[in-house]
């Protein structure tokens, strides 16, 4: 039977892991609900502003620069205060591989509306919207955040001083 300090002490050490991961969580949330509101925002400011906005005939294209603005308020939020005290790398490697990952929860997403509409004929608005977003945008955003903290913003090495200083040095990096 382990003693009493064995019990204090992951006691301890669990308490502090599930609050570091809830506060990475809920900032994480936070961060994409911000960049929720400048997606959906934007794309309706550049297609719709004044009746017809500025790219009116272009929805694609309104929302390609929407995603885009978005995935970038997306990247900052993250690095600047979600991610923080994480491992960063290089700036301009860090923001291609956060597109890319984005990019990869949308093909989940789309994975998901594909499988719903076109093979098990799921076709009403209702099923559209369920599966790509609830079951497509949730199973992407579950992605996203294991995703980030993997490979984005990795943890810091804390028992080497020179790959530290490194962290450190690249984080500070500009583009």
Request: with cysteine.
């Amino acid at each position: 039977m382990p003693g009493p300090q064995l019990i204090s002490r992951g006691y301890h050490y669990l308490q502090s892991t599930l609050g570091d991961l809830y506060r990475e969580i809920a900032k994480f949330g936070i961060v994409g609900l911000t960049a929720l509101v400048v997606d959906i925002g934007l794309f309706n400011i550049l297609r719709f502003a004044g009746g017809e906005g500025p790219l009116y005939d272009k929805p694609l294209t309104a929302k390609i620069i929407s995603v885009s603005v978005a995935t970038t308020v997306a990247y900052a939020g993250n690095r600047f205060w979600t991610f923080r005290h994480r491992g960063r790398t290089h700036m301009g490697k860090e923001y291609l591989l956060f597109f890319a990952l984005n990019g990869v929860a949308m093909l989940i997403a789309v994975g998901c509306l594909w499988l719903s509409h076109y093979v098990l004929g799921l076709t009403s608005p209702l099923a559209d919207n369920i599966s790509a977003n609830v079951i497509g945008l949730g199973l992407g955003t579950l992605f996203r955040f294991w995703s980030y903290r993997k490979w984005v913003f990795p943890d810091i090495p804390k028992d080497n001083a020179a790959d530290m200083e490194l962290y450190e040095r690249d984080a500070s990096t500009p583009i």
